[in-house]
């Protein structure tokens, strides 16, 4: 594990405390963009079968449509962005396993929720 060093004053006694801290990892989001294609939408069992995908993943999952961002692991979330066919769709994610998860998601809307 790497580590920071932060510099800690004590203005009252001028003595300096050294901690060390460690590093956060920063990680790049990882986006793609997918067109709903099944002619369904996503209903309820795409949208179930979509938040058990992306809760596998320790990423923060995202999809963005219709101006609107929402939490992939919620079904709820998900149910109430109305997600017909044709709709343009952004998944986000932003962790350790964030390419993983973003082509397992990808992947799943492109297979039509296995309905077709």
């Not at 963009?33 to 999952?61: C, D, L």
């Not at 929402?70 to 962005?81: E, G, N, P, R």
């Not at 397992?104 to 809307?109: S, T």
Request: aromatic share 6%.
């Amino acid at each position: 594990m790497q580590y920071n060093l932060v510099y800690v004053s004590a203005v009252q006694q001028a003595s300096l405390f050294l901690y060390l801290v460690p590093k956060k990892e920063v990680f790049q989001m990882t986006e793609a963009n997918v067109t709903i294609e099944n002619k369904t939408g996503i209903h309820a069992r795409p949208a179930s079968v979509f938040v058990q995908t992306a809760t596998k993943f320790k990423s923060k999952v995202q999809i963005k449509a219709k101006g609107k961002t929402v939490d992939a692991k919620s079904i709820l979330m998900i149910m109430s962005m109305g997600l017909v066919k044709g709709t343009d769709i952004t998944i986000c994610a932003d962790g350790p396993d964030e390419a993983e998860a973003v082509k397992a998601l990808k992947d799943l809307v492109l297979s039509k929720f296995g309905e077709e």
